[in-house]
């Protein structure tokens, strides 16, 4: 198993930006993990919000950030990010990283979890 532990939350105007970052650390090349950003809001499941595969480098959006949000990694650091621009208040919400050693990035697919960052978007 990876080890993960997100930083960078707070709280910020709608409108504005912060990035989320997700450094691991365990035995296995960081480079062949897939990482997922999700989220969970008070009352609410769990969602996805992207993923990118580690080889390749394809990347994945839920319709909800497409075009606001972009995750990126630097597998020299062991570190995804997640770019958030132009947040709205429905983005509130406690961000998750998490890690899948392959390609797949469905959810179920993650074994590895973050303890979760709090992001909070006031109007």
């Known amino acids: 198993q990876v080890q993960l532990v997100e930083s960078g939350g707070g709280l910020v105007q709608a409108g504005g930006s912060l990035r989320l970052s997700c450094a691991a650390s365990g035995r296995r090349a960081f480079s062949w993990y897939t990482m997922g950003w999700f989220r969970q809001a008070p009352g609410q499941e769990r969602e996805f919000v992207a993923a990118?595969?580690?080889?390749?480098?394809?990347?994945y959006y839920a319709d909800s950030v497409k075009g606001r949000f972009t995750i990126s990694r630097d597998n020299a650091k062991n570190t995804v990010y997640l770019q958030m621009n132009s947040l709205k208040p429905e983005d509130t919400a406690v961000y998750y990283c998490a890690a899948h050693y392959g390609s797949n990035w469905s959810e179920t697919s993650f074994g590895s979890w973050g303890q979760g960052t709090q992001v909070t978007v006031s109007s």
């Open positions: 990118m595969i580690g080889s390749g480098g394809s990347t």
